[in-house]
């Protein structure tokens, strides 16, 4: 059993930045991989960032140069830095950790809403 706890989202007007944070807590948690995904208004969810347990990222192309995805394995906790924020940019973003033994587990998700 694990459980993902996330902070962070907020207002932000276009340029601003924002961090957000995600924490798994649980026993015996192998993480193989943690990252972000988003789902903006009337729209799939899609991949932000993610991280593996070597450190490899890996970015969408939208947010490339912007964002900036880091990790601090001995918290367990995956963090997202977004800097120059536009209004697309505006979406519910989930936290999600992939597990060895349990598969994909999903935060409840954060709100982050730019303004222009």
């Known amino acids: 059993q694990v459980q993902l706890v996330e902070s962070g989202g907020g207002l932000v007007q276009a340029g601003g930045s924002l961090r957000l944070s995600c924490q798994a807590s649980?026993?015996?948690?192998?993480?193989?991989?943690m990252g972000w995904h988003r789902r903006a208004p009337g729209k799939q969810r899609e991949l932000v960032a993610s991280?593996?347990?070597?450190?490899?990222?890996n970015y969408a192309d939208s947010v490339k140069g912007r964002f900036t995805i880091s990790r601090d394995s001995a918290k367990n906790t995956v963090y997202l830095q977004m800097n120059s924020l536009k209004p697309e940019d505006t979406a519910v973003y989930y936290c999600a950790v992939d597990l060895s033994f349990v598969g994909r587990s999903w935060g409840q998700g954060t709100r982050v809403t730019v303004s222009s």
């Open positions: 649980g026993t015996n948690l192998m993480i193989n991989a």
């Open positions: 991280i593996r347990s070597g450190g490899t990222t």
